[in-house]
């Protein structure tokens, strides 16, 4: 019962922050960076992101929960009741400003874990080049180097096994 009011206030001092300050600089962050992802997981933050720059001169506060713009992958679970809310005629409408900052929280969680990854950029990179280049062809060498197994059911196994040793003791 406390923690709804809590969220509540949490995310109020977040609007307020973003829509006095942040806001203005989204249209030209979205234009100078190119976002990009190869995992399936975070395909909506992109989606989101190109409709976001889309709609970058549109004044429209509220969108219509029309299946055009992705809703899971982006909203967290907990901000789902702030962002889509009743329209008043019985359907619902999306908060535009509540999903920006929904897309904008998403999109740092996804770059965190290099889900998404920003052309041109350093430490926001593709994580593919991580990799050497001859990964592939060196995979043995590389996993013997890192006294790590190739096979990631060995991995997790031998994990397993330190965790219920440890458990044990």
Known sequence: MMQRPHRQQVY???RASYSGHYRRMLPPLLETL????TSAVAQPIITALER???????RQPYWAVDGSLPINGVIPPQ????VVEPD????MRVNRMHYEISALHALREALRCKAIWVVGAQRFR????DLPQDFEARRPQSYAALQQPERAEDFTAGLQQTMEAALTQ
């Open 12 to 14: 109020t001092i977040l």
């Open 34 to 37: 190119a976002f990009r992802t």
């Open 52 to 58: 976001l720059k889309a709609q970058r001169d549109s």
């Open 79 to 82: 901000w789902l009741d702030l």
């Open 88 to 91: 008043g005629k019985g359907g």
């Open 126 to 129: 593709n994580p593919d080049a």
